[in-house]
């Protein structure tokens, strides 16, 4: 099938377009990882806390 040359331009637009979209899901998706791993390292703590709170209750109760 031969194309002119306005519609191999138009598709490698398209083809750039989308390889540009692509690259910033790609980001968005990167940057909700930080995201969640920051807040999982925060409920990690806040855990951490809570388990000491207990162990030196139990320890009083004793």
């Known amino acids: 099938m031969k194309h002119t040359l306005g519609e191999l331009y138009n598709m490698k637009?398209?083809?750039?377009k989308s390889l540009q979209d692509n690259e910033y899901d790609i980001v968005r998706a990167e940057r909700?990882?930080?995201?969640?791993?920051?807040?999982r390292e925060e409920?990690?703590?806040?855990?951490?806390?809570?388990?000491?709170?207990?162990?030196q209750e139990e320890a009083n109760e004793k």
């Not at 909700?32 to 807040?39: D, G, N, P, T, Y």
């Open 32 to 39: 909700k990882v930080v995201e969640k791993k920051k807040e």
């Open 43 to 55: 409920i990690l703590r806040g855990l951490a806390v809570t388990n000491e709170l207990i162990r």
């Open 13 to 16: 637009h398209r083809q750039e």
